[in-house]
């Protein structure tokens, strides 16, 4: 080795000791006839100490020439130090450099090599390899390492074999859309990447292996969002013989063992929640419960404290939801305009937004003053539990809709009031998902899972009667601080039930069978009872990392065009490339 | 869970147990009102008994209609078995059946799920979840995952971080061919699919990542021969300030520990080979050195036994050089024929084959007796080392392409002698190979292990003078039992050097800039010393499960035409798919 130690492990005990060390230097300084130089790797900083006079002339001038992220070989010996920093675990000590060698000069990087950087995204994604030296960057893959360190010792301790399937597949119309790629051994035929291993793992499941788990790359050629990348890795798992209770106690085990062994965290007992429940009191189907403020209905299924004060808002109006942000009381006219500008923003799309304040005294002065009495305020307080300090924030308007909204305004009140600290937990399930949803614009039913998931059985009945809407789901997903990071379902393993399930979804029997006909027909060999789920590995890791942005977990990610603009990809083909792959492009 | 116990772990101690198996109906005999099932799952095979008047009337009904295969839930209770069977871990019970439950019914398969089945290869593939059911294929996916993690184990403990790189990059003209995939986002662009890599943990190296390692599919579109899949999987690994010894060390542990884990087994000290003597004594880079049978010459570089016979074949050649096979002076006229047709092969090229046999008396006798008096057998007898009993085979020709004949030559006596036990493994290491070859029809330089190889110090200005046929690399390849299980080189870390390797191969400047223009710019910014290698997972498995076949080590492997018959894939697109993504096929 170059090296004999890095630049993390030197403690006060090594003095004396000759070594040599490898590294970029971080800063130097000269002053006074002494460059001390601060030199880094993965495993820390140790600084590098040279001494007019004492040093070679040579080792001096090589010193003098270190520019920022030279690479850098140093032969000394480990002194103490006469002023020790406290903040570096090297820092009693420093290496009096005997010999000094540049492995690779470097230029000056385009942004600074530090926690917190001067350079812009797009700067620092195409000089990625740059932004990957700064220390958050690196952490947060070393994290994704442990994670997934303590995934696989999780599952292999329980049984569970990793089975790689393959990327190249076949393409299929449900879902979202597929990458493809042409196959020159076969003109005019193209292999898909797999949005998941799905079929795969169920297939695994026929064929006896009982508990499987992959993390494995998955793709979907989606518009990108803000934080969706092409790309993403799943922790994908299976297990035969089992109901939905076993399939929760098993990954609730797993989820704890993550949370014990990466943040030595004890998060208890996951609890569950049901999607009617989550729609009802948080307007989501992945709640963020590390804050109350559940939906109250002040007019609905079965109550109403607002019709008949001539109050045509609230009368043309189904539904009057609201929530209770506890000692928001004081909240001045112009932070209430902007929670109204917030919610009537397009993308929310509320009218208005009404309030109550509940005053020290107990009386509750509202927006709606005219229309309701102190005495018809007061029963919306108790509606509300509200005591006095509290604001009381209520929208009106169609059901679904108007929960939506609801949603979006107790998430930014719980950002507002600092509710949603990213280093305090909550984990919780929720179960019971509808099997089917309606889509208006295609006018036909979609599967809210994938065509694979099981209606739970006391609802086939609902299925076989065509009441569609009404049909639950052998579904749940896994809650992180209101962030979806898993889900998954009992599966089909029927032939009938799976080819009315296609037909359900619109597809004729010719179409199910040539997609799937090698799934229906495997059902037909011996397919046990099996059921599974999947966790987005990449938003995982970001939430044990405490942020929000999953690129910081993913080494090389691409941006919303798909593009990788540090490799320059995609790219034009030589024409050459195109005659043999028998494609031609349309542009 | 269904289960209470799977079909492994039940032993006499559970006596009186009651349990609820699941499984596969293995096989059931109904003989003199008894009925025995054999039930099977991952885990094992336990049986089960049903009994006329004691076994519930339904219960015995559904025991007569089960079917091979079919899945069944089976309650009762733990006995022990009047007739035990120790060929079975659970052999000496068996279960008192109280309830029987069909999960799932089964059709006939297509073929016997035994160790030893009755279907070709075609069917099995189509049914490959039936295939997969069978315990040799089963035990050896069991076996990769166990490579896998012990892979894992060991690399983790060395401070290696796991990083994913991504699967949609950038086509590169060299190499092999790629798999690419259109971009709906950018149109007319492509993204390929990786043969490897390489760039990005070469990059990960310039970030300071140190010691990397992924295990990570890769995927090359070439015209497939047996045993090559389109999709295959490697270990990559990649360390920074390191020298080749510090390479070959860590890997040599690397082997060292999966044999030990996996296998049992001490390999000891991992021998090295240089490329030279490789060619020399086994005409191979990648020797089986299982059994000896080293080359001799006869005629060549300082030695010549065989000109001024009158021998006219042998005076024309360049080279005579042959094997002595122990033992073998008995093999028959007809056998020897054999040999001289099996070198004859198109594929293999020789004109003729010379033998010797060293008889017990210590003459020698042989097929050119008529040009070589007995003295002149004796020197040759000498060359060898040859004893009585002792067949000598000789080829004579051209240099290279004599060796590789002989080589063909030697694996094959090695085989029919019986010296290649898959079971018994010697690992070595083939070092310094040539940094280019040069290619006939192409009339260029090609990289013999890849651009980013570097050569070593001493034979750069070897490479500045033009002599590429002489520059040797810093390159390295692992064998286990004559297969290539792993390769790498040190890698060039240097802008100019690296520049001046692109030059080599015919890039222009722009060119090299275009395709690696980034890895270029990148060791401009501080690239350390850097070295590494990558193992064919496949590969690495099929040679401790003790076979040749990877496809048996592949949960869903493509066929020889890159097809997936079981999913029925490449498959054509829907027209929609393809204007979406702004191309058409030109079949």
Not at 282 to 291: E, H, L, M, T
């Given at each position: 080795m170059l090296r004999t130690h890095t630049n993390g492990e030197l403690r006060i005990e090594h003095a004396g000791t000759e070594v040599t060390l490898c590294g970029w230097v971080q800063r130097s300084r000269d002053k006074g006839g002494m460059i001390w130089v601060d030199l880094r790797d993965r495993y820390g900083v140790t600084q590098l100490m040279l001494e007019e006079g004492k040093s070679s002339a040579e080792a001096l001038a090589l010193a003098r020439g270190l520019g920022r992220e030279f690479v850098v070989e140093a032969k000394g010996v480990v002194v103490e130090r006469l002023s020790k920093n406290d903040k570096m675990p090297t820092g009693d000590i420093e290496i009096k450099v005997k010999e000094l060698r540049v492995l690779n000069p470097a230029k000056?990087?385009?942004?600074?090599?530090?926690?917190?950087?001067?350079?812009g995204d797009d700067i620092r994604m195409k000089y990625r390899y740059l932004d990957l030296r700064r220390n958050p960057i690196r952490e947060s893959l070393q994290l994704r390492h442990h994670v997934g360190r303590e995934v696989r010792n999780y599952l292999d301790k329980q049984d569970f074999i990793e089975v790689e399937t393959p990327v190249l597949i076949k393409s299929t119309p449900e879902g979202a859309r597929d990458f493809v790629v042409p196959s020159r051994m076969n003109p005019g035929e193209f292999y898909a990447l797999p949005q998941s291993p799905q079929t795969f793992k169920q297939l695994l499941m026929v064929s006896g292996f009982d508990r499987y788990y992959q993390i494995v790359k998955c793709f979907r050629d989606e518009d990108l969002r803000a934080d969706r990348q092409p790309e993403f890795t799943q922790i994908d798992c299976e297990m035969s013989f089992v109901e939905q209770e076993d399939i929760l106690n098993m990954f609730e085990g797993l989820i704890r063992h993550l949370f014990q062994n990466v943040k030595g965290l004890d998060i208890g007992q996951v609890p569950r929640m049901t999607y009617a429940d989550a729609m009802k009191y948080?307007?989501?189907?992945?709640?963020?419960?590390?804050?109350d403020m559940k939906f109250v209905e002040l007019k609905g299924e079965g109550v109403d404290l607002t019709s008949g004060k001539d109050f045509q808002v609230f009368d043309a109006a189904n539904t009057v939801v609201g929530i209770c942000v506890k000692g928001a009381a004081e909240y001045t006219r112009k932070q209430i305009d902007e929670l109204t500008d917030f919610v009537r923003r397009p993308q929310i799309g509320a009218k208005g937004l009404i309030y109550a304040r509940v005053q020290a005294d107990g009386v509750v002065k509202s927006s709606v003053d005219k229309f309701y009495s102190e005495a018809d305020l007061a029963t919306w307080a108790a509606a509300f539990n509200a005591e006095p300090g509290d604001l009381i924030l209520v929208l009106s308007g169609d059901g679904d809709k108007v929960r939506k909204q609801l949603n979006e305004l107790r998430l930014d009140m719980g950002t507002r009031m600092g509710?949603?600290?990213?280093?305090?937990y909550t984990v919780h399930w929720v179960v019971d998902f509808p099997l089917l949803e309606y889509g208006e614009e295609e006018d036909r039913w979609f599967a809210m899972h994938h065509p694979f998931t099981s209606p739970k059985p006391e609802d086939i009945p609902l299925m076989l009667a065509g009441e569609f809407g009404k049909v639950r789901a052998n579904a749940y997903d896994l809650v992180v601080n209101g962030v979806e990071v898993g889900g998954g379902s009992i599966r089909i393993f029927q032939k009938d039930l799976q080819s009315k399930m296609f037909e359900v979804l619109g597809f004729t029997p010719e179409e199910a069978q040539a997609q799937f006909g090698f799934l229906l027909d495997a059902f037909e060999y011996g397919a046990p009872p099996h059921g599974g789920l999947a966790f987005g590995f990449d938003r995982l890791c970001s939430l044990f990392g405490g942020t929000d942005s999953i690129r910081d977990y993913i080494a090389f990610p691409k941006n919303n065009a798909g593009r990788d603009v540090m490799i320059d990809s995609p790219s034009p083909l030589a024409q050459a490339q195109l005659d043999e792959l028998k494609i031609k492009t349309t542009v």
């Open positions: 000056l990087p385009p942004f600074l090599i530090e926690d917190e950087t001067d350079g948080y307007g989501s189907d992945k709640p963020d419960i590390r804050f509710l949603r600290d990213p280093n305090n």
